[in-house]
Protein backbone atom coordinates (compact mmCIF):
# COMPACT_ATOMS: atom_id res chain seq x y z
CA UNK A 1 0.00 0.00 0.00
CA UNK A 2 1.34 3.33 -0.78
CA UNK A 3 2.82 5.15 2.03
CA UNK A 4 1.44 8.74 0.47
CA UNK A 5 -2.12 7.62 1.44
CA UNK A 6 -1.51 6.15 4.56
CA UNK A 7 -4.57 3.63 4.36
CA UNK A 8 -4.55 1.21 7.14
CA UNK A 9 -4.68 -2.79 6.25
CA UNK A 10 -5.99 -5.19 8.06
CA UNK A 11 -5.85 -8.58 7.82
CA UNK A 12 -8.58 -10.61 9.84
CA UNK A 13 -8.13 -14.05 9.41
CA UNK A 14 -8.48 -15.87 5.80
CA UNK A 15 -12.67 -15.68 6.14
CA UNK A 16 -12.77 -11.99 6.38
CA UNK A 17 -12.22 -9.61 3.30
CA UNK A 18 -9.45 -7.32 3.08
CA UNK A 19 -10.56 -4.18 4.43
CA UNK A 20 -9.31 -0.46 4.69
CA UNK A 21 -9.69 2.46 7.05
CA UNK A 22 -10.07 6.44 5.72
CA UNK A 23 -11.43 9.71 6.74
CA UNK A 24 -15.45 10.41 6.89
CA UNK A 25 -17.64 13.21 7.64
CA UNK A 26 -20.45 11.69 9.56
CA UNK A 27 -23.93 14.13 8.83
CA UNK A 28 -26.14 15.10 10.99
CA UNK A 29 -28.64 12.48 10.12
CA UNK A 30 -26.12 10.11 10.69
CA UNK A 31 -24.65 9.11 6.77
CA UNK A 32 -20.59 9.08 5.81
CA UNK A 33 -19.18 10.93 3.64
CA UNK A 34 -15.65 9.60 2.71
CA UNK A 35 -13.18 12.18 2.51
CA UNK A 36 -9.76 10.33 1.30
CA UNK A 37 -11.80 8.87 -1.45
CA UNK A 38 -13.43 11.96 -2.91
CA UNK A 39 -10.07 12.15 -4.49
CA UNK A 40 -8.56 13.72 -2.21
CA UNK A 41 -4.56 12.66 -1.46
CA UNK A 42 -2.56 13.46 2.12
CA UNK A 43 -1.26 17.24 2.37
CA UNK A 44 -3.20 18.49 -0.90
CA UNK A 45 -5.70 21.29 -0.98
CA UNK A 46 -9.41 20.23 -2.45
CA UNK A 47 -12.67 21.33 -2.45
CA UNK A 48 -14.32 18.53 -0.82
CA UNK A 49 -18.22 17.94 -1.60
CA UNK A 50 -20.06 17.47 1.84
CA UNK A 51 -23.73 17.86 1.56
CA UNK A 52 -25.30 20.86 3.74
CA UNK A 53 -21.57 22.35 3.99
CA UNK A 54 -20.59 25.19 1.24
CA UNK A 55 -17.20 24.07 -0.80
CA UNK A 56 -14.14 24.56 1.44
CA UNK A 57 -10.58 24.29 0.78
CA UNK A 58 -9.64 21.35 3.20
CA UNK A 59 -5.80 19.78 3.49
CA UNK A 60 -6.08 15.68 4.49
CA UNK A 61 -2.91 15.43 6.55
CA UNK A 62 -3.06 12.03 8.09
CA UNK A 63 -5.88 11.27 11.10
CA UNK A 64 -6.66 14.76 10.67
CA UNK A 65 -7.86 17.98 8.32
CA UNK A 66 -6.93 21.40 8.10
CA UNK A 67 -9.01 24.34 7.34
CA UNK A 68 -7.70 27.93 7.11
CA UNK A 69 -4.72 26.65 9.38
CA UNK A 70 -7.18 25.07 12.22
CA UNK A 71 -6.93 21.62 12.71
CA UNK A 72 -9.55 19.23 13.20
CA UNK A 73 -8.60 15.41 14.42
CA UNK A 74 -11.35 12.59 15.34
CA UNK A 75 -14.05 12.68 16.73
CA UNK A 76 -14.35 16.94 16.41
CA UNK A 77 -17.30 18.53 14.28
CA UNK A 78 -16.95 20.74 11.47
CA UNK A 79 -20.14 22.73 10.97
CA UNK A 80 -21.71 20.42 12.40
CA UNK A 81 -20.04 17.42 10.66
CA UNK A 82 -18.12 14.98 12.88
CA UNK A 83 -14.77 13.88 11.45
CA UNK A 84 -14.78 10.06 12.07
CA UNK A 85 -12.83 7.05 10.96
CA UNK A 86 -14.14 4.69 8.28
CA UNK A 87 -14.05 1.11 6.95
CA UNK A 88 -14.11 0.29 3.65
CA UNK A 89 -14.41 -4.01 1.88
CA UNK A 90 -14.67 -2.79 -1.51
CA UNK A 91 -14.89 -0.31 -4.35
CA UNK A 92 -16.41 0.46 -7.56
CA UNK A 93 -14.38 1.21 -10.34
CA UNK A 94 -15.14 3.31 -13.10
CA UNK A 95 -14.41 1.53 -16.29
CA UNK A 96 -15.16 4.04 -19.09
CA UNK A 97 -15.89 7.90 -19.81
CA UNK A 98 -16.68 10.06 -17.77
CA UNK A 99 -15.62 8.01 -14.63
CA UNK A 100 -12.91 6.20 -16.13
CA UNK A 101 -10.60 5.43 -13.02
CA UNK A 102 -12.42 7.19 -10.53
CA UNK A 103 -12.97 4.81 -7.08
CA UNK A 104 -16.29 4.90 -5.03
CA UNK A 105 -15.79 2.84 -1.73
CA UNK A 106 -18.26 0.45 -0.79
CA UNK A 107 -18.81 -1.04 2.74
CA UNK A 108 -18.65 1.81 5.11
CA UNK A 109 -22.26 1.61 5.74
CA UNK A 110 -25.19 -0.64 5.34
CA UNK A 111 -26.39 0.69 2.33
CA UNK A 112 -25.09 3.00 -0.58
CA UNK A 113 -27.76 4.61 -2.86
CA UNK A 114 -26.63 5.22 -6.34
CA UNK A 115 -28.32 7.48 -8.75
CA UNK A 116 -28.20 10.80 -10.97
CA UNK A 117 -27.84 14.19 -8.48
CA UNK A 118 -31.28 15.51 -7.42
CA UNK A 119 -33.66 15.02 -4.44
CA UNK A 120 -32.86 11.94 -3.13
CA UNK A 121 -29.12 11.78 -1.24
CA UNK A 122 -27.02 9.41 -3.85
CA UNK A 123 -23.58 8.53 -1.59
CA UNK A 124 -22.49 7.83 -5.66
CA UNK A 125 -24.11 10.41 -7.51
CA UNK A 126 -23.58 10.12 -11.58
CA UNK A 127 -24.27 13.20 -13.27
CA UNK A 128 -25.76 11.41 -16.69
CA UNK A 129 -29.04 12.39 -18.00
CA UNK A 130 -29.68 8.52 -18.86
CA UNK A 131 -29.16 7.14 -15.16
CA UNK A 132 -32.26 7.08 -12.90
CA UNK A 133 -32.52 8.99 -9.60
CA UNK A 134 -33.26 5.63 -7.57
CA UNK A 135 -30.83 3.61 -10.19
CA UNK A 136 -29.75 0.96 -7.57
CA UNK A 137 -28.74 0.27 -3.94
CA UNK A 138 -25.43 -1.78 -2.98
CA UNK A 139 -26.43 -3.12 0.38
CA UNK A 140 -23.39 -4.64 2.71
CA UNK A 141 -23.95 -7.81 5.13
CA UNK A 142 -22.43 -11.02 7.24
CA UNK A 143 -22.52 -12.46 3.38
CA UNK A 144 -20.80 -9.77 1.34
CA UNK A 145 -22.16 -7.10 -0.97
CA UNK A 146 -25.10 -7.39 -2.90
CA UNK A 147 -26.96 -5.36 -5.72
CA UNK A 148 -30.21 -4.29 -5.91
CA UNK A 149 -31.53 -2.98 -9.35
CA UNK A 150 -34.22 -0.07 -8.93
CA UNK A 151 -33.90 1.20 -12.49
CA UNK A 152 -32.28 -1.12 -15.29
CA UNK A 153 -29.56 -2.34 -14.16
CA UNK A 154 -26.59 -5.59 -15.82
CA UNK A 155 -24.13 -7.34 -13.84
CA UNK A 156 -21.93 -9.21 -16.44
CA UNK A 157 -24.45 -8.40 -19.29
CA UNK A 158 -27.02 -9.78 -16.98
CA UNK A 159 -30.35 -7.89 -16.97
CA UNK A 160 -31.06 -7.62 -12.89
CA UNK A 161 -34.64 -8.49 -11.66
CA UNK A 162 -35.98 -4.87 -10.46
CA UNK A 163 -35.87 -5.23 -6.43
CA UNK A 164 -34.27 -8.78 -6.15
CA UNK A 165 -30.87 -8.52 -4.65
CA UNK A 166 -27.94 -10.30 -6.40
CA UNK A 167 -24.70 -10.92 -4.85
CA UNK A 168 -21.63 -9.66 -6.65
CA UNK A 169 -18.33 -11.03 -6.46
CA UNK A 170 -15.10 -9.56 -7.18
CA UNK A 171 -14.30 -8.27 -10.86
CA UNK A 172 -18.06 -8.39 -11.70
CA UNK A 173 -19.24 -5.60 -14.35
CA UNK A 174 -21.79 -3.69 -13.77
CA UNK A 175 -23.45 -1.58 -15.88
CA UNK A 176 -25.72 1.60 -15.28
CA UNK A 177 -27.34 2.64 -18.84
CA UNK A 178 -23.80 3.49 -20.69
CA UNK A 179 -21.59 3.96 -17.62
CA UNK A 180 -20.00 0.52 -16.41
CA UNK A 181 -18.19 -0.43 -13.14
CA UNK A 182 -16.03 -2.75 -11.82
CA UNK A 183 -16.51 -4.39 -8.24
CA UNK A 184 -13.17 -5.06 -6.71
CA UNK A 185 -13.18 -6.40 -3.51
CA UNK A 186 -10.54 -4.48 -1.28
CA UNK A 187 -8.08 -2.06 -2.41
CA UNK A 188 -8.75 -0.05 -5.38
CA UNK A 189 -6.96 -0.53 -8.13
CA UNK A 190 -6.36 1.21 -11.56
CA UNK A 191 -7.87 0.14 -14.94
CA UNK A 192 -4.23 0.33 -16.15
CA UNK A 193 -2.84 -2.34 -13.05
CA UNK A 194 -6.45 -4.55 -13.53
CA UNK A 195 -3.99 -6.11 -16.45
CA UNK A 196 -6.41 -6.62 -19.18
CA UNK A 197 -7.28 -3.45 -20.49
CA UNK A 198 -7.22 -2.61 -24.04
CA UNK A 199 -5.03 0.69 -24.87
CA UNK A 200 -5.56 1.44 -28.92
CA UNK A 201 -3.67 5.31 -29.85
CA UNK A 202 -4.13 6.61 -32.58
CA UNK A 203 -2.36 10.28 -32.09
CA UNK A 204 1.11 10.13 -34.23
CA UNK A 205 0.82 6.52 -34.94
CA UNK A 206 -1.76 3.84 -34.81
CA UNK A 207 -0.96 1.38 -31.61
CA UNK A 208 -2.72 -1.59 -29.80
CA UNK A 209 -1.45 -3.24 -26.40
CA UNK A 210 -3.74 -5.88 -24.88
CA UNK A 211 -2.68 -8.78 -22.67
CA UNK A 212 -0.62 -10.30 -24.85
CA UNK A 213 -0.66 -8.27 -27.58
CA UNK A 214 1.13 -5.50 -29.05
CA UNK A 215 1.01 -4.21 -32.36
CA UNK A 216 1.83 -1.51 -34.74
CA UNK A 217 0.25 -0.17 -37.82
CA UNK A 218 3.06 -2.53 -39.53
CA UNK A 219 1.53 -5.48 -37.51
CA UNK A 220 -2.05 -4.58 -38.47
CA UNK A 221 -2.03 -5.15 -42.30
CA UNK A 222 -5.48 -4.70 -43.33
CA UNK A 223 -5.68 -0.53 -43.86
CA UNK A 224 -9.40 -1.64 -43.28
CA UNK A 225 -9.12 -3.37 -40.08
CA UNK A 226 -7.20 -0.52 -38.28
CA UNK A 227 -9.75 2.30 -39.30
CA UNK A 228 -12.66 0.09 -39.04
CA UNK A 229 -11.10 -0.32 -35.32
CA UNK A 230 -10.60 3.23 -34.83
CA UNK A 231 -14.09 4.86 -36.18
CA UNK A 232 -15.80 2.04 -33.64
CA UNK A 233 -13.26 3.04 -30.68
CA UNK A 234 -14.12 6.76 -31.36
CA UNK A 235 -17.49 6.64 -30.58
CA UNK A 236 -16.78 3.84 -27.31
CA UNK A 237 -19.22 3.05 -25.06
CA UNK A 238 -21.54 4.30 -27.39
CA UNK A 239 -23.17 2.00 -30.29
CA UNK A 240 -22.68 3.47 -34.03
CA UNK A 241 -25.29 2.94 -36.44
CA UNK A 242 -24.20 0.02 -39.53
CA UNK A 243 -25.81 2.03 -42.22
CA UNK A 244 -23.23 5.07 -41.94
CA UNK A 245 -20.30 2.93 -40.82
CA UNK A 246 -20.96 0.74 -44.29
CA UNK A 247 -21.33 3.96 -46.11
CA UNK A 248 -17.94 5.35 -44.91
CA UNK A 249 -16.29 2.52 -45.59
CA UNK A 250 -17.75 0.97 -48.54
CA UNK A 251 -19.82 3.19 -50.36
CA UNK A 252 -19.43 1.65 -54.03
CA UNK A 253 -20.95 -1.65 -52.93
CA UNK A 254 -24.72 -2.60 -52.36
CA UNK A 255 -25.93 -3.30 -48.76
CA UNK A 256 -25.29 -7.25 -49.09
CA UNK A 257 -22.05 -7.14 -49.88
CA UNK A 258 -20.85 -4.38 -47.35
CA UNK A 259 -21.82 -6.17 -44.68
CA UNK A 260 -20.04 -9.24 -46.01
CA UNK A 261 -16.71 -7.09 -46.23
CA UNK A 262 -17.94 -5.97 -42.59
CA UNK A 263 -18.07 -9.52 -41.31
CA UNK A 264 -14.38 -10.32 -43.02
CA UNK A 265 -12.66 -7.55 -41.54
CA UNK A 266 -14.29 -7.75 -37.88
CA UNK A 267 -12.89 -11.31 -38.02
CA UNK A 268 -9.27 -9.80 -39.04
CA UNK A 269 -9.46 -7.23 -36.53
CA UNK A 270 -10.54 -10.49 -33.68
CA UNK A 271 -7.72 -12.60 -34.85
CA UNK A 272 -5.44 -9.89 -34.33
CA UNK A 273 -6.78 -9.09 -30.66
CA UNK A 274 -7.56 -12.16 -29.34
CA UNK A 275 -8.74 -11.64 -25.81
CA UNK A 276 -8.98 -13.61 -22.60
CA UNK A 277 -11.69 -15.72 -22.08
CA UNK A 278 -14.19 -15.14 -19.23
CA UNK A 279 -14.54 -11.15 -19.61
CA UNK A 280 -16.20 -9.27 -22.70
CA UNK A 281 -16.55 -9.76 -26.03
CA UNK A 282 -14.61 -7.07 -28.15
CA UNK A 283 -17.43 -6.01 -30.23
CA UNK A 284 -21.52 -5.86 -28.62
CA UNK A 285 -23.60 -6.01 -32.12
CA UNK A 286 -27.34 -5.63 -33.01
CA UNK A 287 -29.30 -5.65 -36.02
CA UNK A 288 -29.06 -2.22 -36.67
CA UNK A 289 -25.64 -1.11 -34.45
CA UNK A 290 -22.10 -2.01 -33.92
CA UNK A 291 -19.45 -0.56 -31.26
CA UNK A 292 -16.75 -2.04 -29.25
CA UNK A 293 -18.28 -3.50 -26.00
CA UNK A 294 -19.27 -1.04 -23.46
CA UNK A 295 -18.11 -3.72 -21.29
CA UNK A 296 -14.94 -3.78 -22.28
CA UNK A 297 -11.53 -2.04 -19.97
CA UNK A 298 -10.66 0.11 -22.62
CA UNK A 299 -8.33 3.16 -23.30
CA UNK A 300 -8.57 5.41 -26.50
CA UNK A 301 -5.62 8.10 -26.55
CA UNK A 302 -8.18 10.39 -28.12
CA UNK A 303 -11.04 10.19 -25.18
CA UNK A 304 -8.64 10.60 -22.96
CA UNK A 305 -7.61 13.81 -25.03
CA UNK A 306 -11.01 15.22 -25.35
CA UNK A 307 -12.19 14.46 -21.49
CA UNK A 308 -8.10 16.21 -19.96
CA UNK A 309 -9.67 19.34 -22.65
CA UNK A 310 -12.94 19.21 -21.09
CA UNK A 311 -11.57 18.99 -17.87
CA UNK A 312 -8.93 22.17 -18.99
CA UNK A 313 -6.11 19.99 -17.80
CA UNK A 314 -4.62 21.70 -20.65
CA UNK A 315 -0.64 20.47 -19.58
CA UNK A 316 -2.02 16.78 -19.81
CA UNK A 317 -3.90 17.12 -22.42
CA UNK A 318 -0.82 18.37 -24.52
CA UNK A 319 0.98 15.49 -23.03
CA UNK A 320 -1.11 12.78 -24.66
CA UNK A 321 -1.57 14.43 -28.28
CA UNK A 322 1.45 12.85 -29.84
CA UNK A 323 0.31 13.80 -33.27
CA UNK A 324 -2.02 14.11 -35.85
CA UNK A 325 -4.90 11.31 -35.75
CA UNK A 326 -4.61 8.86 -37.86
CA UNK A 327 -2.40 10.60 -39.92
CA UNK A 328 -2.79 7.80 -43.24
CA UNK A 329 -6.50 7.99 -43.35
CA UNK A 330 -8.05 10.12 -45.81
CA UNK A 331 -11.72 9.59 -45.45
CA UNK A 332 -14.28 11.79 -44.50
CA UNK A 333 -14.85 11.21 -40.81
CA UNK A 334 -11.32 10.94 -39.86
CA UNK A 335 -10.81 14.05 -41.65
CA UNK A 336 -13.31 15.50 -39.41
CA UNK A 337 -12.15 14.06 -36.18
CA UNK A 338 -8.30 15.01 -37.09
CA UNK A 339 -9.50 18.92 -37.28
CA UNK A 340 -11.40 18.23 -34.56
CA UNK A 341 -8.57 17.26 -32.52
CA UNK A 342 -6.21 19.54 -33.85
CA UNK A 343 -8.57 22.70 -32.91
CA UNK A 344 -8.19 21.64 -29.57
CA UNK A 345 -4.89 20.83 -29.09
CA UNK A 346 -4.06 24.35 -30.12
CA UNK A 347 -6.56 25.60 -27.63
CA UNK A 348 -5.08 23.72 -25.05
CA UNK A 349 -1.59 25.08 -25.65
CA UNK A 350 -2.72 28.78 -26.26
CA UNK A 351 -4.55 28.67 -22.73
CA UNK A 352 -1.41 26.89 -21.33
CA UNK A 353 1.07 29.49 -22.75
CA UNK A 354 -0.47 31.38 -20.44
CA UNK A 355 -0.42 29.91 -17.16
CA UNK A 356 3.39 29.22 -18.00
CA UNK A 357 5.80 32.11 -16.86
CA UNK A 358 8.30 32.51 -19.08
CA UNK A 359 11.05 30.02 -19.99
CA UNK A 360 12.19 27.32 -22.12
CA UNK A 361 8.97 25.24 -21.36
CA UNK A 362 7.03 28.15 -22.59
CA UNK A 363 8.84 28.95 -26.05
CA UNK A 364 8.42 24.78 -26.53
CA UNK A 365 4.45 25.02 -26.10
CA UNK A 366 4.49 28.19 -28.67
CA UNK A 367 6.12 26.39 -31.10
CA UNK A 368 4.13 23.34 -30.85
CA UNK A 369 1.45 26.08 -31.84
CA UNK A 370 2.81 26.99 -34.67
CA UNK A 371 3.56 23.67 -35.85
CA UNK A 372 -0.60 23.25 -35.66
CA UNK A 373 -1.38 26.52 -37.04
CA UNK A 374 1.72 28.57 -38.79
CA UNK A 375 -0.56 31.21 -39.08
CA UNK A 376 -1.49 31.75 -35.60
CA UNK A 377 -0.65 35.55 -34.40
CA UNK A 378 -1.18 34.75 -30.70
CA UNK A 379 1.63 31.64 -30.53
CA UNK A 380 4.05 33.57 -32.62
CA UNK A 381 3.77 36.47 -29.92
CA UNK A 382 4.53 34.49 -27.06
CA UNK A 383 7.63 33.05 -29.46
CA UNK A 384 8.58 36.34 -29.56
CA UNK A 385 8.23 37.74 -26.08
CA UNK A 386 9.52 34.66 -24.63
CA UNK A 387 12.47 34.47 -27.09
CA UNK A 388 13.01 38.24 -26.11
CA UNK A 389 12.98 38.32 -22.49
CA UNK A 390 15.06 35.04 -22.46
CA UNK A 391 17.61 37.49 -23.86
CA UNK A 392 17.55 36.34 -27.43
CA UNK A 393 16.60 38.95 -29.39
CA UNK A 394 17.35 37.46 -32.59
CA UNK A 395 15.56 35.12 -32.61
CA UNK A 396 12.66 36.78 -31.82
CA UNK A 397 13.21 38.73 -35.30
CA UNK A 398 13.88 35.61 -37.34
CA UNK A 399 10.27 34.10 -35.72
CA UNK A 400 8.97 37.09 -37.07
CA UNK A 401 10.18 36.89 -40.39
CA UNK A 402 9.62 33.75 -40.95
CA UNK A 403 5.98 34.03 -39.57
CA UNK A 404 5.16 37.18 -41.76
CA UNK A 405 6.23 35.51 -44.94
CA UNK A 406 3.94 32.64 -44.03
CA UNK A 407 1.11 34.91 -43.05
CA UNK A 408 1.11 36.96 -46.73
CA UNK A 409 1.74 33.46 -48.84
CA UNK A 410 -0.99 31.65 -47.10
CA UNK A 411 -3.57 34.42 -46.28
CA UNK A 412 -2.34 37.21 -47.96
CA UNK A 413 -2.40 39.26 -44.91
CA UNK A 414 0.34 41.31 -42.46
CA UNK A 415 1.21 40.76 -39.23
CA UNK A 416 -0.75 42.51 -36.60
CA UNK A 417 0.26 46.30 -34.60
CA UNK A 418 0.90 44.16 -31.39
CA UNK A 419 3.36 41.95 -33.33
CA UNK A 420 4.75 45.03 -34.93
CA UNK A 421 5.08 46.64 -31.90
CA UNK A 422 7.07 42.83 -30.75
CA UNK A 423 9.35 43.01 -33.81
CA UNK A 424 10.21 46.80 -32.70
CA UNK A 425 11.13 45.73 -29.40
CA UNK A 426 13.08 43.18 -30.53
CA UNK A 427 15.19 45.58 -32.53
CA UNK A 428 15.82 47.72 -29.33
CA UNK A 429 17.11 44.80 -27.29
CA UNK A 430 19.43 44.38 -30.19
CA UNK A 431 20.96 47.67 -30.16
Known amino acids: MSEDTQYVTQSEGPERPFVETGLAFQTPD ?3 VPLVFSEVTLGERCDIPVDGLAPRRLQVDGSS ?5 KKF ?3 DTFEGHKLVPF ?4 TLQGCNEPYHDRTWPVGYQPVILVGRMGRRVNDVELNDKTISRTQ ?3 ETGPQGTSLVAESPTFVNGESLEIGAPRLLKDGDLIRFSNIIFRFQVGAPQTAASSGNQVKLSCLGGFQVEAPGVAGSAADWRSHTARFVLAYLAAE ?3 QVALEPLLEAFWPDLDE ?6 LRVTIHKIRRSLPLPEGGPALFERTTYTMGIHPELNFWHDILEFQKAVDEKNWRKALDLYGGKYLEECYMDWAESIRARLESSCLEAGLALIQE ?3 GPERLEIARRCLKLDPCCQPAVMAAMETSRLLGRPEEALKLYESFRKTLETTLGMEPSMDLLREEQLAKLHIG
Open 30 to 32: GRL
Open 65 to 69: VIHEG
Open 73 to 75: GLG
Open 87 to 90: TVTA
Open 136 to 138: ARL
Open 236 to 238: WPR
Open 256 to 261: ERARGN
Open 356 to 358: TPV
